[in-house]
């Protein structure tokens, strides 16, 4: 018998190499609305990846795509850099009223470029420039960006080769229970920053994530967070809170720093503050922080008028009150129900779960079941990705508009995918 081998396809012959969603879930999306991917042979697919955090709203959410097309019909500006816009006033009014405001937060609000990286570069530079020192301290397993600042704050040992070059001015602290709760809270920080002999410059700044995302689903506690807030207070450091993956309500509060009762000298947003999808970031600071010179960092698309026009229309729908932020720690509670019976039922998987709102992590004493359980999972009709260092976790992030009824379907389909891998 003659087999006819598969031609390859526009992807595998003409996109670079570095692709690797695509590698993971191998099919040709079409469609999307809600929690729901369609692919071009008709077959769905439940949505527990959200478009790694930039979906929060689910997909083409009615809502912001009726302000979109009624924008876009009239032909309301598309591009327009830092120029002042009725699209970025209507959004600056309603990010103050709806998200500063309520939260007693006096920050400036920075346009950078429309991705996370381009936020968390424009935060590193402002902290520099304002302490006038280039150290930063990051922490283990944390993930900042691609470009070559963001990735000196990374931890990613892959991720970081990417750059090619060394990556400076950037050093590693052990994040909450990196060491197993044997260590003291910032004992090794404290002697470093005490001893002349340490070899660690004073720092300008530090950064954290709530919850390190891609790093492994590690959730740090409120005491840790309070702890590194008043260490940095006191020893004359920023604190900067990516909060690029874990903002606009991931954890249940607008800002995920917000259980902890801390406010952030910057605070870094990008994912989801677009609210449909469209590429927007944030960079916020305290007033007495903005020193920049004008046009000191820009970038052309800093002014993605469709972008504020979706997010203006987000926050109305959605952060008027407190409806959603309820919901998803109620959404919340389903999942770690769900996860405490599956992770019972593995017991001999060593299965076990951490997360906060609706962003959890499932790991197994085999690092590498992890991998297998998605591909399974997608087998069965459910998007799930790996995060961690050795794509140990199996992440599970859906849209926070997913109703209960989806959750309890996608969580099905991950418990029989565990089971079909055990």
């Not at 369609?38 to 077959?43: L, N, P, S, T, V």
């Not at 809270?185 to 340490?198: A, K």
Request: hydrophobic share 40%; with cysteine; proline share 5%.
């Amino acid at each position: 018998m003659t087999i006819t081998p598969v031609a390859p396809t526009i992807f595998e012959t003409r996109e670079s190499a570095v692709r690797s969603y695509c590698r993971s879930w191998p099919t040709v999306f079409d469609r999307a609305q809600g929690s729901r991917m369609f692919d071009e042979e008709g077959r769905a697919y439940l949505d527990f990846f959200a478009g790694a955090g930039a979906l929060n709203y689910g997909h083409n959410n009615p809502l912001l795509k009726r302000a979109l097309l009624e924008y876009l019909e009239r032909d309301g500006v598309t591009h327009s850099l830092d120029m002042g816009s009725v699209a970025k006033r209507t959004f600056l009014e309603k990010f103050e009223e709806l998200v500063l405001q309520p939260r007693g937060l006096d920050y400036r609000v920075q346009f950078p470029g429309p991705t996370g990286t381009n936020t968390v570069e424009a935060a590193l530079k402002l902290a520099r420039k304002v302490k006038g020192r280039e150290s930063v301290i990051s922490f283990t397993n944390a993930f900042h960006g691609m470009s070559l600042g963001a990735l000196a704050v990374t931890g990613n040992s892959m991720k970081r080769a990417g750059a090619g070059i060394p990556l400076v001015h950037g050093t590693p602290m052990p994040f909450d229970n990196y060491l197993d709760g044997l260590t003291p809270d910032f004992l090794w920080f404290e002697r470093l920053l005490e001893d002349s002999g340490s070899g660690l410059n004073q720092p300008a700044a530090v950064i954290v994530e709530t919850v390190q995302g891609e790093g492994g689903v590690n959730v740090a506690r409120p005491s840790w967070l309070r702890g590194l807030a008043e260490l940095c207070a006191r020893r004359d450091m920023l604190l900067i809170v990516d909060d690029v993956q874990m903002g606009c309500g991931r954890t249940g509060p607008f800002f995920s720093f917000e259980e902890a009762g801390i406010v952030p000298d910057i605070v870094c947003l990008s994912k989801s503050i677009g609210g449909y999808g469209m590429p927007m970031a944030l960079t916020l600071f305290r007033p007495e922080l903005d020193v920049w010179e004008p046009g000191e960092h820009n970038g052309t698309f800093r002014g993605h008028n469709p972008a504020f026009v979706t997010s203006a229309a987000a926050l109305d729908a959605y952060w008027s009150d407190d409806h959603l932020e309820k919901q998803t720690l109620v959404k919340g509670e389903q999942v770690a129900a769900a996860l405490v019976e599956l992770c019972a039922e593995h017991r001999g998987l060593g299965a076990s779960f951490r997360g906060r709102g609706l962003i959890w992590g499932l790991t197994f004493a085999d690092t590498r079941r992890a991998v297998a359980v998605c591909r399974r999972a997608f087998e069965l009709g459910l998007l799930v990705e790996t995060s961690g260092p050795k794509s140990e976790v199996v992440k599970v992030m859906p849209p926070l508009t997913v109703s209960p009824d989806e959750l309890d379907e996608g969580l099905a389909v991950l418990g029989r995918a565990v089971r079909d891998t055990a």
